[in-house]
């Protein structure tokens, strides 16, 4: 009999058993970690950050452009997140005692960047790019929710490939347009209306959608939809090869 199982054959046995025993645990693991990964965070769900930082106080209360924080978002495919010099522009003078800004301060002191958590992120075989979709004027709102009334930063878009196809199969309905300022580019507009938002000033229907997060959609009449399409043409939007695989996986 001892013949038959050769030597080694025990421990292989012994092997596949503990493979065998530790597999769920594998699974459950790895299920875990992928469900854990910031493309799966959930919508609408505010993450643990190492301060609580808001975008409601520091954006619109006190009127800091977007760009002043995220300086890759209009010239580039990322937009960043600020170092800490930034923070301490104000923060070395201001709440400097706070116990809400420790980890800006450690950081500060130790020459280490904070750790924020990813709250928005696409797998690495997808290509994205901010700087083209802000240079058509698609307003951040639209796809980050409304980011100019949170008090802590949550996802407000599920980012999934259907969605972004949504859009690319007809921006015409999603282009921000700033009625009262039409002088200023797409891109200029885009910022133009947290100004807004921090001046109080008055808001179309269509601003008061995107305000509140909800997705910026002109309504579905000729009127609109000729204008949709006008803006278009206006800014060069090519929508002919905006479906094709090779524009988002290359
Ligand atoms: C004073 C600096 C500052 C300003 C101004 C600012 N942000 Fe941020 N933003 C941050 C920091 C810090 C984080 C990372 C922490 C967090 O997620 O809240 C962040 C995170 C974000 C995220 C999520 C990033 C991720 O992990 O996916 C989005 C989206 C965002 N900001 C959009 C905006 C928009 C839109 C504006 C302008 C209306 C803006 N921010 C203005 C500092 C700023
Ligand atoms: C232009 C100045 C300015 C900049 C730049 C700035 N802040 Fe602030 N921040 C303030 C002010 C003013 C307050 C005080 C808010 C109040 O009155 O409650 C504040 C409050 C805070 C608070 C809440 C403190 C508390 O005790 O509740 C946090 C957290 C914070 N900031 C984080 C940051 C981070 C992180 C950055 C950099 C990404 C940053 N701030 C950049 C001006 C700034
Ligand atoms: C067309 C949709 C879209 C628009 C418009 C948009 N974003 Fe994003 N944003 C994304 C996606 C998708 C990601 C995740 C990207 C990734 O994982 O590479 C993201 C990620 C981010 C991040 C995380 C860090 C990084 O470098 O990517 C920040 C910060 C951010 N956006 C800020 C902004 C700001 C500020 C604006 C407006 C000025 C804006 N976004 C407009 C879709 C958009
Ligand atoms: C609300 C509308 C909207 C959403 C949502 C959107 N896009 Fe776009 N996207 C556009 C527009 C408009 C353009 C510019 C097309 C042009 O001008 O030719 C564009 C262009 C692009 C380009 C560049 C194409 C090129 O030819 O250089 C890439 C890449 C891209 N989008 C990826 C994405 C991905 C990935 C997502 C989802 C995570 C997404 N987009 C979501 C509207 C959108
Ligand atoms: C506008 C951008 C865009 C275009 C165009 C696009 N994709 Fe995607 N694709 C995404 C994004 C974002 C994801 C990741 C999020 C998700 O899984 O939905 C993705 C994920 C995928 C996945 C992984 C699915 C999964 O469940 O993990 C496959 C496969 C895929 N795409 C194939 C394609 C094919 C084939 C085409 C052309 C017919 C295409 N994509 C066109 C944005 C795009």
């Not at 980011?147 to 921000?176: A, Q, V």
Request: glycine share 4%; net charge neutral.
């Amino acid at each position: 009999m001892a013949q038959i199982f050769k030597p080694g054959m025990n421990t292989l046995c012994t092997a596949s058993i503990f493979a065998g025993a530790a597999l769920p645990f594998l699974v459950l693991f790895t299920g875990s970690r992928i469900t854990r990964s910031p493309y799966n965070n959930k919508v609408d769900n505010p993450l643990d950050q190492p301060a609580p930082f808001s975008h409601k106080h520091h954006a619109i209360e006190l009127g800091i452009d977007c760009r002043f924080c995220h300086t890759g978002v209009e010239t580039q495919a990322h937009a960043g997140v600020p170092a800490t010099e930034v923070c301490m522009t104000c923060h070395s003078q201001i709440w400097t005692n706070s116990p809400n800004i420790e980890a800006i301060r450690k950081s500060w002191e130790t020459n280490t960047p904070v750790q924020w958590n990813k709250v928005n992120a696409v797998p690495d075989f997808v290509y994205f790019d901010h700087s083209i979709h802000i240079a058509r004027g698609v307003n951040c709102n639209n796809c980050h929710g409304a980011i100019n009334r949170m008090p802590i930063t949550w996802k407000g878009r599920d980012l999934r490939m259907m969605w972004c196809l949504s859009c690319h199969e007809d921006p015409s309905k999603f282009l921000y347009k700033d009625e009262k300022h039409p002088e200023l580019s797409p891109r200029q507009q885009v910022f133009n209306f947290y100004k807004k938002l921090a001046k109080g000033e008055e808001l179309t229907p269509e601003e008061e959608q995107l305000a509140l997060g909800e997705e910026q959609r002109m309504p579905d009449d000729e009127n609109h939809r000729n204008a949709g399409l006008a803006q278009m043409k206006d800014r060069n939007v090519n929508v002919n090869q905006l479906k094709d695989c090779y524009v988002c996986h290359h």
